[in-house]
């Protein structure tokens, strides 16, 4: 069984950083496309960052560009998600989510292309 482990969140103040990991057991992620996702209060599954196989290809939504980085060590089969200059709005449920395939840059932002998905980790950031 493929899974995917999320872990990282917490409360925090507006301005603070948090790291979050994805940590997949299973399978190697070598190959994969590997992402962020998030759940704010009432809203959709937004897409926040996405990688590549190598980490040399990436990819963010407006709102956290500068603030976030999506990184990955494949030989842990671990991602992360750096969030620096965290902001009330930024609270959510974050998940991680991979696409055995190489990067599709017309699908990496869609959720309904990856295959694999946590359970996801809080995020709350008070102003």
């Known amino acids: 069984q493929v899974q995917l482990v999320e872990s990282g969140g917490g409360l925090v103040q507006a301005g603070d950083s948090l790291k979050l990991s994805c940590t997949v057991s299973?399978?190697?992620?070598?190959?994969?496309?590997m992402a962020w996702f998030r759940q704010r209060p009432g809203g959709g599954r937004d897409f926040v960052a996405t990688i590549n196989w190598s980490g040399g290809t990436t990819d963010y939504t407006a709102p956290v560009l500068g603030r976030f980085t999506i990184s990955r060590d494949n030989a842990k089969n671990t991602i992360y998600l750096q969030m620096n200059y965290l902001r009330p709005e930024d609270t959510a449920v974050y998940y991680c989510?991979?696409?055995?395939?190489?990067?599709?840059?017309?699908?990496?932002?869609?959720?309904?292309?990856?295959?694999?998905w946590g359970q996801g980790t809080q995020v709350t950031v008070s102003s």
């Open positions: 299973g399978r190697t992620i070598e190959t994969s496309t």
């Open positions: 989510a991979g696409k055995t395939s190489v990067y599709i840059t017309n699908y990496v932002r869609t959720t309904a292309w990856y295959e694999y």
